[in-house]
């Protein structure tokens, strides 16, 4: 975060993946699934895309708490978030929040320690998803 009231991340996108990721943030910025931070802006610098999304003050959470409701949520939703994580999970004191989603599902990107083998071939879907929550809740 740099001062701002939106938290920003950069992706690498490539000319080939470039209207399938645009498509995709677009929609998400649309349909506004469940627990996903609200997209500000974004725009591609070059080859790069930067994101804006609404930040969220919180703390990580005890994941004990957490449920797959979310994951049947996001199934209706038609959305994948494609680097769950302890890191990528937020308690703002009321509700659960999943930051850092990536908008493109189709190259490996995410974090190793909860990636599918799907995910290392550039597969991310609902399965890839429950696959991480499950090992993140095996943790706690």
């Given at each position: 975060r740099d001062g701002s009231p939106f938290?920003?991340?950069y992706f690498?996108?490539?000319?080939?993946?470039?209207?399938?990721?645009?498509?995709?943030?677009?929609?998400?910025?649309t349909k506004r699934p469940t627990g996903i931070p609200e997209i500000?802006?974004?725009?591609?610098?070059?080859?790069?895309?930067?994101?804006?999304?609404?930040?969220?003050?919180?703390?990580?959470?005890?994941l004990d708490e957490l449920s797959f409701e979310i994951l049947k949520k996001w199934k209706c939703e038609d959305f994948v978030h494609g680097d769950l994580s302890p890191s990528n999970i937020v308690h703002d004191g009321e509700d659960f929040w999943f930051i850092d989603w990536l908008p493109d599902l189709e190259s490996y990107q995410g974090t190793p320690h909860y990636a599918s083998d799907e995910v290392f071939r550039g597969k991310h879907s609902s399965d890839s998803d429950e696959y991480a929550l499950r090992k993140i809740i095996?943790?706690?």
């Open positions: 938290a920003r991340k690498r996108v490539s000319d080939k993946r470039r209207k399938k990721i645009l498509n995709r943030v677009f929609s998400i910025s500000h802006s974004y725009r591609l610098h070059g080859s790069t895309l930067e994101l804006r999304t609404k930040y969220i003050e919180g703390a990580h959470v005890s095996g943790e706690f």
